[in-house]
Protein backbone atom coordinates (compact mmCIF):
# COMPACT_ATOMS: atom_id res chain seq x y z
CA UNK A 1 0.00 0.00 0.00
CA UNK A 2 1.29 3.17 -1.22
CA UNK A 3 -0.08 6.42 0.36
CA UNK A 4 -3.16 5.07 0.86
CA UNK A 5 -3.89 3.26 -2.14
CA UNK A 6 -4.31 -0.40 -2.92
CA UNK A 7 -1.86 -2.29 -5.11
CA UNK A 8 -2.53 -5.47 -6.80
CA UNK A 9 0.42 -6.78 -5.46
CA UNK A 10 1.32 -8.61 -2.58
CA UNK A 11 4.13 -11.08 -0.99
CA UNK A 12 3.83 -14.68 -0.38
CA UNK A 13 6.52 -16.55 1.25
CA UNK A 14 9.77 -14.97 -0.17
CA UNK A 15 7.98 -14.29 -3.80
CA UNK A 16 5.78 -11.54 -4.68
CA UNK A 17 2.74 -11.03 -7.15
CA UNK A 18 2.55 -8.02 -9.29
CA UNK A 19 0.02 -6.51 -11.77
CA UNK A 20 1.18 -3.53 -14.02
CA UNK A 21 0.15 -1.56 -16.79
CA UNK A 22 2.72 -0.41 -19.35
CA UNK A 23 2.79 2.24 -21.98
CA UNK A 24 4.69 1.39 -25.31
CA UNK A 25 5.07 4.99 -26.36
CA UNK A 26 6.43 5.47 -30.28
CA UNK A 27 7.76 8.64 -32.16
CA UNK A 28 9.97 8.92 -34.85
CA UNK A 29 11.35 5.74 -35.11
CA UNK A 30 11.90 5.52 -31.37
CA UNK A 31 10.65 4.35 -27.86
CA UNK A 32 10.29 5.56 -24.40
CA UNK A 33 12.29 3.14 -22.15
CA UNK A 34 12.95 4.13 -18.06
CA UNK A 35 15.23 2.67 -15.40
CA UNK A 36 15.86 3.25 -12.40
CA UNK A 37 19.12 4.88 -12.03
CA UNK A 38 20.19 1.50 -9.69
CA UNK A 39 19.54 -0.53 -12.51
CA UNK A 40 21.58 -2.06 -15.22
CA UNK A 41 18.03 -3.04 -17.57
CA UNK A 42 15.61 -0.59 -18.98
CA UNK A 43 11.62 -1.14 -19.07
CA UNK A 44 8.73 0.45 -20.96
CA UNK A 45 6.77 3.02 -18.20
CA UNK A 46 4.35 2.12 -16.06
CA UNK A 47 2.93 0.89 -12.82
CA UNK A 48 1.01 -1.18 -10.89
CA UNK A 49 -2.62 -1.42 -10.88
CA UNK A 50 -4.89 -0.10 -7.96
CA UNK A 51 -7.65 -2.18 -6.61
CA UNK A 52 -10.29 -0.73 -8.57
CA UNK A 53 -8.78 0.94 -11.43
CA UNK A 54 -8.53 -0.74 -15.16
CA UNK A 55 -5.20 -1.25 -16.51
CA UNK A 56 -6.01 1.73 -18.70
CA UNK A 57 -6.87 3.99 -16.00
CA UNK A 58 -3.66 2.99 -14.66
CA UNK A 59 -1.53 4.18 -17.29
CA UNK A 60 -3.24 7.57 -17.60
CA UNK A 61 -2.43 7.70 -13.23
CA UNK A 62 1.05 6.93 -13.86
CA UNK A 63 2.47 8.65 -16.50
CA UNK A 64 0.55 11.88 -15.54
CA UNK A 65 2.45 11.12 -12.22
CA UNK A 66 5.46 9.98 -13.46
CA UNK A 67 6.33 12.07 -16.97
CA UNK A 68 3.91 15.37 -15.70
CA UNK A 69 2.41 14.43 -19.29
CA UNK A 70 -1.60 13.47 -20.31
CA UNK A 71 -1.61 10.35 -22.45
CA UNK A 72 -4.30 8.55 -24.42
CA UNK A 73 -3.78 4.42 -24.03
CA UNK A 74 -5.21 2.91 -27.07
CA UNK A 75 -5.14 -1.09 -28.13
CA UNK A 76 -3.90 -3.62 -25.72
CA UNK A 77 -1.08 -4.58 -27.65
CA UNK A 78 0.39 -7.84 -25.37
CA UNK A 79 -0.77 -9.50 -21.90
CA UNK A 80 2.53 -11.00 -20.41
CA UNK A 81 2.85 -13.21 -17.75
CA UNK A 82 6.22 -12.73 -16.69
CA UNK A 83 7.84 -14.99 -13.77
CA UNK A 84 11.18 -13.80 -12.97
CA UNK A 85 13.64 -12.92 -9.65
CA UNK A 86 14.06 -9.67 -8.84
CA UNK A 87 16.74 -8.94 -5.89
CA UNK A 88 16.88 -13.19 -4.55
CA UNK A 89 12.72 -12.89 -4.85
CA UNK A 90 10.53 -14.87 -7.02
CA UNK A 91 8.11 -12.15 -8.97
CA UNK A 92 5.20 -13.10 -10.67
CA UNK A 93 3.95 -10.75 -13.09
CA UNK A 94 0.95 -9.70 -15.48
CA UNK A 95 1.44 -6.91 -17.54
CA UNK A 96 -1.00 -5.31 -19.89
CA UNK A 97 1.12 -3.33 -22.54
CA UNK A 98 -0.82 -1.00 -24.58
CA UNK A 99 -0.01 0.78 -27.56
CA UNK A 100 -0.26 4.65 -25.91
CA UNK A 101 0.00 8.56 -27.14
CA UNK A 102 1.31 11.06 -25.31
CA UNK A 103 -1.09 14.22 -25.25
CA UNK A 104 0.74 16.84 -23.79
CA UNK A 105 4.35 18.05 -23.76
CA UNK A 106 7.19 15.81 -23.85
CA UNK A 107 10.71 16.20 -24.46
CA UNK A 108 11.80 14.74 -27.73
CA UNK A 109 15.73 14.06 -27.23
CA UNK A 110 17.11 11.06 -28.84
CA UNK A 111 20.89 11.16 -27.86
CA UNK A 112 20.88 11.54 -23.81
CA UNK A 113 18.50 10.81 -21.13
CA UNK A 114 15.33 13.30 -22.03
CA UNK A 115 13.46 13.31 -18.36
CA UNK A 116 14.33 12.56 -15.03
CA UNK A 117 11.87 12.21 -11.90
CA UNK A 118 11.56 10.77 -7.96
CA UNK A 119 9.19 7.46 -7.64
CA UNK A 120 8.94 6.52 -4.10
CA UNK A 121 12.69 5.89 -3.26
CA UNK A 122 13.97 5.25 -6.91
CA UNK A 123 14.88 8.13 -9.18
CA UNK A 124 14.06 7.35 -12.82
CA UNK A 125 15.59 8.53 -16.20
CA UNK A 126 13.43 8.34 -19.26
CA UNK A 127 14.99 7.95 -22.73
CA UNK A 128 13.99 7.28 -26.32
CA UNK A 129 15.44 4.71 -28.15
CA UNK A 130 16.00 4.01 -31.45
CA UNK A 131 12.74 1.09 -32.62
CA UNK A 132 15.82 -1.36 -33.97
CA UNK A 133 17.81 -4.25 -32.95
CA UNK A 134 20.73 -1.67 -32.40
CA UNK A 135 18.47 0.27 -30.11
CA UNK A 136 17.93 -2.84 -27.90
CA UNK A 137 21.44 -4.17 -27.87
CA UNK A 138 22.44 -1.13 -26.47
CA UNK A 139 19.86 -0.70 -24.45
CA UNK A 140 18.98 -4.12 -22.43
CA UNK A 141 15.19 -4.16 -22.11
CA UNK A 142 13.08 -6.74 -19.52
CA UNK A 143 11.32 -9.07 -20.02
CA UNK A 144 13.87 -9.74 -22.45
CA UNK A 145 11.25 -11.14 -24.97
CA UNK A 146 10.08 -7.64 -25.34
CA UNK A 147 12.53 -6.08 -27.94
CA UNK A 148 11.63 -9.33 -30.67
CA UNK A 149 7.75 -8.63 -30.06
CA UNK A 150 8.43 -4.70 -30.46
CA UNK A 151 10.10 -5.12 -33.48
CA UNK A 152 7.75 -7.85 -34.86
CA UNK A 153 5.37 -5.56 -37.54
CA UNK A 154 2.51 -8.55 -37.10
CA UNK A 155 -1.14 -6.54 -35.45
CA UNK A 156 -3.08 -7.20 -33.95
CA UNK A 157 -2.85 -8.89 -30.04
CA UNK A 158 -0.39 -11.24 -28.31
CA UNK A 159 -0.40 -12.97 -25.06
CA UNK A 160 3.10 -14.47 -24.16
CA UNK A 161 4.49 -15.90 -20.97
CA UNK A 162 7.97 -15.21 -20.31
CA UNK A 163 9.96 -17.24 -17.59
CA UNK A 164 13.27 -15.92 -16.77
CA UNK A 165 13.35 -18.37 -13.63
Known amino acids: ?3 GRQMLSF ?7 QMRAVAIIRRDGHVL ?4 THEQFWSLPGGRVEFGE ?3 ETLERELLEELGCA ?4 PLRFLVENLFVYEGRAVHEVGWYFETELVGDFPFVTDDVCYR ?5 SELEFRWVPDMVE ?3 DFPLMPPMLAS ?7 GFRHIIERQT
Do not use: E, V
Open 1 to 3: MTG
Open 33 to 36: MHRA
Open 54 to 56: TAA
Open 117 to 121: TIDGA
Open 71 to 74: SRPG
Open 11 to 17: DLAGARF
Open 149 to 155: QLLDPTP
Open 135 to 137: GYR
